[in-house]
């Protein structure tokens, strides 16, 4: 997983417009919720079903989009009202359950496994499933999600299955395309990754054309989708490709051109790639379990392109970190905070197996939703310097794979399992 160092300032009713929040960092503003003695009551304030998949939800005002895959065989396309889970409108196309290619891990994922992109300059919101469908729909006030365009980037790109990406037998996996779209400019880029034209590809918004695809031609990763990152200026994109961290500007001529690219192939090709600005760092987290079993600190510069601070042996396997005021926290096989100037551990507990997601709320605490679906809610380093200070849990809260991240967003917290189930919390001041 990559990630950088991160801070955001805070304001109050905050929308969820993008995978891991609006600065696609897993920080937000919204508060945890916590009294001083209890949190979350119960019961919540709504719980549904919207069909099969990781795709985390988005919240845009007071609409919750979200996708997933029923089982008659199509991807729906939903809009909840936040406040009671209503469905306003629903869309629906055709849809596999698994990716064309798919090999491997079939019980562990279904379904849509992307979270959906909102462009609030365009209103328009973009999906892309397993099977490689990219959608474009109108979300504006009345229209209902009108679909606007779409193609498939397993037929108009001849992609093929993954192919095996290191030595270790029995890694060769293809969960089918598992990335958030990202919109940039009139642009929405995705990663292809067709080895003739390009990984990362930038296609116009108003009717899906062809702007430009990148230099570097990888097999596209399994992961979390690309992420804005400023190097030296320039506005570049983030993505943990099969072979590399990749590092790829994004700005009028140079689109597509490489800036960096930091050698990481990970068995079964899990890495999940995510970045967010920092004030103060050019450095990108990359971190994996499998071969690696390691965490890195990459620094990015348009001259030197990519430079290793430090490693650790600190890995996350699936929840992308999240850097808040110069710490590291992850939830995978537990709960960590790790220094981000040096790399060294700074605290560890809970109980957090694989799947898991976590974020910081805008009192500096942090949120774990995780296992089969248990909500945690910890100190961060701010308050807890020295150890893990867990202030409430609600276990069993869903009973299935908490894959999908976990949502904070104009007063309410959402989760999500694979099964498609969706709780629903407000958050009191």
């Known amino acids: 997983m990559a990630a950088t160092s991160g801070w955001t300032s805070f304001s109050f009713a905050e929308d969820w417009p993008h995978w891991r929040g609006s600065e696609r960092n897993g920080i937000t503003s919204e508060p945890s919720a916590w009294n001083g003695k209890d949190w979350l009551k119960d019961p919540p304030a709504w719980q549904t079903n919207t069909g099969k998949g990781a795709a985390s939800p988005l919240v845009i005002g007071d609409e919750v989009f979200v996708i997933g895959w029923s089982d008659d065989g199509k991807d729906i396309f939903r809009c909840l009202d936040l406040k009671s889970g209503r469905e306003k409108w629903s869309q629906t196309y055709p849809a596999p359950q698994y990716g064309r290619h798919a090999v491997g891990d079939q019980g562990f994922f279904r379904g849509v496994t992307g979270t959906p992109e909102y462009d609030p300059e365009s209103q328009r919101l973009f999906t892309l499933n397993c099977d490689g469908q990219l959608c474009a729909w109108d979300v504006a006030p009345g229209k209902k999600g009108q679909p606007l365009w779409n193609l498939n980037l397993y037929e108009d790109y001849g992609i093929e299955r993954r192919p095996q990406i290191t030595k270790k037998k029995n890694t060769l996996r293809d969960y089918g395309y598992t990335s958030s779209p990202l919109a940039f400019g009139d642009s929405i880029i995705v990663e292809v990754g067709d080895p003739e034209s390009g990984n990362l590809m930038a296609f116009r918004q108003s ?10 031609r990888d097999v596209a990763g399994h992961s979390g989708g690309p992420n804005l990152l400023t190097v030296d200026d320039v506005t570049c994109a983030v993505i943990a490709t099969s072979n590399h961290l990749l590092i790829t500007r994004l700005d009028g001529d140079h689109g597509g051109e490489t800036v960096a690219e930091y050698p990481w192939a990970t068995d079964y090709s899990n890495t999940i790639a995510s970045a967010s600005p920092h004030q103060a760092s050019q450095s990108v ?44 926290y992850f939830a995978n096989k537990g709960i960590y905070c790790v220094d981000f100037a040096s790399g060294k551990l700074v605290w560890e507990g809970g109980r957090v197996s694989d799947a ?17 679906g248990d909500l945690t809610l910890t100190e961060t380093a701010t ?7 867990i202030l409430a849990e609600k276990p069993a809260v869903l009973n299935d794979m908490a894959w999908p991240h976990v949502v904070a967003a104009n007063g309410h917290l959402l989760v999500k399992t694979v099964n498609g189930d969706v709780v629903c919390y407000q958050l009191e001041k």
């Open 207 to 216: 009717d899906g054309s062809r702007v430009w695809s990148s230099k570097n």
């Open 285 to 328: 987290l990359i971190a994996s379990r499998y071969n690696h079993n390691a965490m890195a600190r990459v620094e990015i510069s348009l001259k030197n392109g990519a430079r290793e601070i430090w490693r650790n042996r600190y890995p996350t396997g699936v929840c992308t970190p999240v850097v808040f005021k110069d710490h590291i």
């Open 356 to 372: 898991g997601s976590c974020i910081v709320t805008g009192d500096e605490r942090l949120i774990t939703w995780a296992n089969s």
């Open 383 to 389: 308050r807890s310097p020295d150890r893990c200070h």
